[in-house]
């Protein structure tokens, strides 16, 4: 969503978060623990029939990990969404465990104060 | 003249025909009872039915004037972008990767554009005093006093910023709405309350607290990068 998606090594793990319209979106490297932890995340989350909608407007528009092979999981407002080539997977996330345990992973003062809590998300 | 047309009130209306009758009596003289109308052999009542209506059609005429179109219609700010969000609405580069202030100086350079940086002056915090420098320094032309009124050549734009976190930028359209493009994310009509902008400064903006100004956009005039 963001220039973010240029210039990323091939095989590195990168978090970020939707949430600025004139920057480019922050963006912060994650250990292979935590993405491990998102993988265990990811399995234990139930399938969702709810269709993916990339929400809009400003603000905090959801949080991001993009990985090799083209993967990318994308958290807001209790979905998940796993984009692969293979096409994208939909899973429900009520309690938003992954999405904070994705935000929580930021270094700190990178993003604006609220976004976890919901003070910046977007309509 | 054509061969047959309509008398109404003074008014000849026919094919190719919208005048004025310079007797504006020829109505009555048609219709008279000794006129022309006995022809017709309608009737001895007819004539005075068809000075009533006249009568009755003339009070309607005045009542309901005629009043010319205004032309263009709709078209409020004739200088301003075509609202085309089909264009930026890719899903791919063109929408990734151009921001607010491509999107509101109607500028593409799939780069992300900031204030500034085309001209070595990129903001330096994010404020309205470092970044409104930072775009005059790309040579838009700062318009505090627009009041959301048009320019009479090139387009209004709206700086906005989220205190210490980011700016953002509206642009005003033909029909007089403002529109954005909040980011990578697509091109919109609509403020962070789903409704239309008529004004930026009372648009729901979200954490984009600070109204900061209003600029002008020269086509061609400008540099971003």
Known sequence: MGTSRSGEKDDAWVAGAF?????PDPTWSISKRLVKELQELWESLPASEEKWEPPGGLGYRGSFVRGPGHREWV????????????GVEVR???????????LLSAPKGLLP???LEGAWRAS | MPKTFRVANGDLIGPQLSHRAADEEV????ARNTGLIRQLRLGNKFPSFLLKEME???KVREKWKFRPPRWPHGERCRCAPLYEPNWWNDNGQKQWNNNCYNYSTNYRTDTFAQPGL???AEYTALTCASVRPAALADDLIDSPSANNKCPKEGHLVALVIAPGWDFHWYRK???GYWTHKPGGTPATNVDNSGALIPDPRTANRGPYTDFCTFMVVMHGHIKIR
Do not use: C, H, M, Q
Not at chain 1, 75 to 86: I, Y
């Open chain 1, 19 to 23: 949430v600025y319209s004139g920057r």
């Open chain 1, 75 to 86: 958290a807001f407002n209790g979905l998940v969404s796993l984009t692969t080539p293979a």
């Open chain 1, 92 to 102: 429900s996330d009520p309690a938003r465990k992954f999405e904070k345990t994705l």
């Open chain 1, 113 to 115: 104060k609220g976004v």
């Open chain 2, 27 to 30: 109505e009555r003289f048609i």
């Open chain 2, 56 to 58: 009755r059609f003339r």
């Open chain 2, 118 to 120: 085309a001209a070595g």
């Open chain 2, 173 to 175: 359209g033909r029909n």
